[in-house]
């Protein structure tokens, strides 16, 4: 299982997203956008996924989950059941 979290500087959202996932123990591959030698590449991996052109976008345990709010809810309707 891999997770995967599409982030770029200066992103709160994206810091948040980060911050969550470290609360949870999750580990998971950061890709900056901004730090890629391809961001244009990085991009294209994005649009594979989704149409979304906001950051973070989260892959989790090989399913995508969308955004930070995405995966705030993923994780509070987990806790709920």
Avoid: W
Avoid at 27 to 45: G, H
Avoid at 55 to 79: A, C
Wanted: charged share 30%; hydrophobic share 30%.
């Amino acid at each position: 299982m891999s997770t995967i979290i599409y982030s770029k500087n200066h992103c709160p959202y994206c810091d948040m997203a980060k911050k969550l996932l470290d609360e949870k123990n999750i580990t998971y591959q950061e890709i900056n956008i901004n730090l890629a030698d391809q961001p244009d590449q990085v991009l294209e991996e994005i649009r594979k996924i989704t149409d979304a052109k906001t950051f973070p976008q989260i892959i989790l345990n090989d399913q995508y989950i969308g955004g930070y709010t995405d995966l705030r809810d993923f994780f509070y309707n987990s806790e709920k059941k």
